[in-house]
């Protein structure tokens, strides 16, 4: 992985970054890098392969989780639309790595795939190209990076602002070699 190259594409209005979450806590950052994808959790609901309208996947979540409310599964909806039919080959994506404060920038490799059995069964493959560290970014940046959903996507300002330093820093991270957890005891 060490001949990664930054292939960041010129922003325009409709190239905003994706932003895909790591698990509660950034718990599943290693598989996310070293197995170069990005998914989410709701595997229960089987492959969703075909799906588009919005309604079409609330219906789903319904029938799994009935006593969820109706607000919680049209969040949940929403993020699976995005990363089942909504986000595409080439569009380019960003996870955190919270505990060394770094955010992991990559381009999309991949249609949607269902994992059967695996945590975060809905995925998409990702070429990771390197990562930064959050200081190199403004507050307002920061700030859309720490929304709380779990898929969502920069604002164009935000974006513009990632792919401009990723690209001055030229030096990017190799995925695979993320900050050790240590445990005291």
Not at 54 to 73: H, K, M, Q
Not at 98 to 107: E, N
Not at 140 to 157: E, K, M, N, Y
Request: proline share 3%; aromatic share 8%.
């Amino acid at each position: 992985m060490s001949d990664l190259r930054v292939e960041a594409a010129e922003p325009t209005a409709s190239s905003r970054i994706w932003f895909v979450r790591a698990g509660s806590r950034g718990s599943e950052i290693r598989s996310f890098l070293a197995d170069g994808f990005v998914g989410i959790a709701w595997g229960e609901t089987g492959a969703l392969t075909g799906l588009v309208d919005l309604r079409a996947f609330e219906e789903r979540l319904i029938a799994v989780y009935p006593t969820r409310s109706r607000r919680t599964l049209t969040a949940w909806a929403a993020m699976l639309r995005a990363i089942t039919a909504t986000m595409a080959r080439g569009d380019d994506i960003m996870t955190i790595e919270p505990d060394a404060r770094r955010y992991w920038l990559g381009k999309i490799s991949s249609d949607y795939q269902w994992e059967q059995g695996a945590q975060l069964a809905h995925r998409r493959g990702v070429r990771w190209s390197g990562s930064l560290d959050r200081a190199h970014l403004s507050e307002p940046t920061l700030h859309c990076l720490g929304a709380i959903s779990t898929v969502f996507r920069l604002s164009a300002d935000a974006t513009q602002e990632v792919l401009t330093t990723f690209r001055t820093l030229g030096a990017p991270s190799v995925p695979g070699r993320c900050t050790q957890r240590t445990s005291n005891g």
